[in-house]
Each structure stands twice: as structure tokens, then as C-alpha cells.
């Protein structure tokens, strides 16, 4: 089975903190990619990656950016973390084309 | 990609088979129907895709209509651990369309 895993359930951080979350994914995919998801909003693309090194911003890549230094993971980066950042953010992989594999999700509260 | 329409809520009987509907009027003909669903508190999970010919896996059944602008997405014998929130999606198949648009979806409880 396809695992996607996300380095942490549940993070509080601060207003202006830089904030790293990671997804590593064990099935080789080339995609990466970011969603978050708030309530009435559905889920949302932040960034995705079709390749190590390669990045193409979704639909609200604003206040965030990433990073694929190696095939099987991918980082989030909030350079400083605002309140209305606060949500739940999942990571999913996919072979090109296929569908898409979500980890168990991140919830940020930033205070 | 095409939008699609789905109820916001259903509830089903345990036991029973759940039958979804979706709505994708504007569907373009090389966009597949894809379904995945979201157990509360964790990622979504693929489901089951089809183009134009009904699907079945071992979760589920996919039935499209001839005209493709709608579909149903059927679990045969509903059971407590398939309440969750469903979403319907449209998209193209294939390399360059990687890109998943999540609407609402419906809210499907299993009563006991």
C-alpha cells in the first residue's frame, strides 16, 4: 500500500514563526503535492511537484512556498506563520496522471 | 475542469446499499468522473474512476449515465465505517492534468 506520511498530527506555533511541515511518501511517486482545508472552503491547492526541484504554484500560494530537494519528500514552508494560516494542511502523492494518495493531514493553529 | 453538483447531505441505513449522485452537466468528453471520500480527521481516500462504462472495485460501484452529465456512486452494503464526506470530481486523465478542484461533496451517514 501507498503510505504518505506528514511529520506531525497536530502543531501550535506563534504569529511570525517560520514553520516547516513534511510529507514523505514510500512509493516512488513523481507528484507531490498541498492542499489545506477549512471548513465550507473544501480542499485547496497550495503547490504542487511533478519532479525533484520542480514546483508549480495551485490555486493560493500566497504566504507559502516549498521545497523537493529529494524525490520522496516534500516541504511546506509558512516563512511567517499569520493567523488566517491557521487550518488543516494535507500532503498527497500520485504516479503522473493517476490519482492522488493523501497522508492523515496536519492542523496548524497559529496564535 | 467541469464543475460538478452533488447533494450536501444523505443518510443510509446500515446494511443497505448507499447510492450518491453527481451532477457534471459540462463535462468534456475526455474528463473522467473520480470519486474519493474523507473520513473526519483524516486525508481524503481514492475511491473508484471511470470514463463512459461503469466501474466496479472492491469499495464500490460507479454508475455513469449514457450522456455522462451525471453518475452514481454506489456502496453495495453500507457499513458504520463508511460515514464520511464524499466528493465528486471531474477531471482529464493523464500527464499535465494533475490538478484535483474538491467541491463541498455530500455527507453520507451510516445509521445504525
Same mark, same amino acid.
Given at each position: 500500500?501507498? $503510505?504518505?506520511?506528514?511529520?506531525?498530527?497536530?502543531?501550535?506555533?506563534?504569529?511570525? /514563526?517560520?514553520?516547516?511541515?513534511? +510529507?514523505?511518501?514510500?512509493?516512488?511517486? /513523481?507528484?507531490?503535492?498541498?492542499?489545506?482545508?477549512?471548513?465550507?472552503?473544501?480542499?485547496?491547492?497550495?503547490?504542487?511537484?511533478?519532479?525533484?526541484?520542480? $514546483?508549480? $504554484?495551485?490555486?493560493?500560494?500566497?504566504?507559502?512556498?516549498?521545497?523537493?530537494?529529494?524525490?520522496?519528500?516534500?516541504?511546506?514552508?509558512?516563512?511567517?506563520?499569520?493567523?488566517?494560516?491557521?487550518?488543516?494542511?494535507? +500532503?498527497?502523492?500520485?504516479? &503522473?496522471?493517476?490519482?492522488?494518495?493523501?497522508?492523515?493531514?496536519? &492542523?496548524?493553529?497559529?496564535? | @475542469?467541469?464543475?460538478?453538483?452533488?447533494?450536501?447531505?444523505?443518510?443510509?441505513?446500515?446494511?443497505?446499499?448507499? #447510492?450518491?449522485?453527481? #451532477?457534471?452537466?459540462?463535462?468534456?468528453?475526455?474528463?473522467? !468522473?473520480?470519486?474519493?471520500?474523507?473520513?473526519?480527521?483524516?486525508?481524503?481516500?481514492?475511491?473508484?474512476?471511470?470514463?463512459? #462504462?461503469?466501474?466496479? #472495485?472492491?469499495?464500490?460501484?460507479?454508475?455513469?449515465?449514457? @450522456?455522462?452529465?451525471?453518475?452514481?456512486?454506489?456502496?453495495?452494503?453500507?457499513?458504520?465505517?463508511?460515514?464520511? !464526506?464524499?466528493?465528486?470530481?471531474?477531471? !482529464?486523465?493523464?500527464?499535465?492534468?494533475?490538478?484535483?478542484?474538491?467541491?463541498?461533496?455530500?455527507?453520507?451517514?451510516?445509521?445504525?
Amino acid at each position: 500500500d501507498v $503510505k504518505v506520511t506528514q511529520s506531525s498530527r497536530y502543531l501550535v506555533k506563534r504569529t511570525g /514563526e517560520k514553520v516547516f511541515l513534511e +510529507c514523505v511518501q514510500d512509493m516512488d511517486h /513523481e507528484n507531490m503535492f498541498w492542499y489545506r482545508q477549512d471548513p465550507g472552503l473544501g480542499l485547496r491547492l497550495i503547490y504542487f511537484s511533478y519532479d525533484v526541484k520542480m $514546483k508549480e $504554484k495551485g490555486d493560493i500560494p500566497e504566504g507559502y512556498s516549498v521545497s523537493r530537494e529529494k524525490k520522496e519528500r516534500f516541504s511546506l514552508i509558512l516563512e511567517s506563520a499569520s493567523t488566517n494560516q491557521t487550518s488543516m494542511y494535507l +500532503c498527497a502523492s500520485s504516479i &503522473r496522471g493517476n490519482e492522488q494518495f493523501f497522508g492523515p493531514g496536519t &492542523r496548524l493553529t497559529v496564535l | @475542469d467541469a464543475k460538478t453538483t452533488q447533494p450536501p447531505s444523505m443518510d443510509c441505513a446500515e446494511g443497505r446499499a448507499a #447510492n450518491l449522485p453527481c #451532477n457534471h452537466s459540462t463535462i468534456s468528453g475526455n474528463e473522467y !468522473v473520480y470519486w474519493y471520500r474523507q473520513i473526519h480527521s483524516q486525508g481524503p481516500q481514492y475511491i473508484i474512476h471511470g470514463l463512459k #462504462n461503469n466501474e466496479t #472495485n472492491e469499495m464500490a460501484s460507479l454508475i455513469i449515465t449514457e @450522456d455522462r452529465k451525471s453518475s452514481t456512486l454506489i456502496l453495495p452494503h453500507a457499513t458504520l465505517r463508511d460515514t464520511a !464526506v464524499y466528493y465528486c470530481i471531474v477531471r !482529464v486523465w493523464g500527464f499535465g492534468n494533475e490538478k484535483l478542484t474538491f467541491g463541498t461533496g455530500t455527507r453520507l451517514t451510516i445509521i445504525p
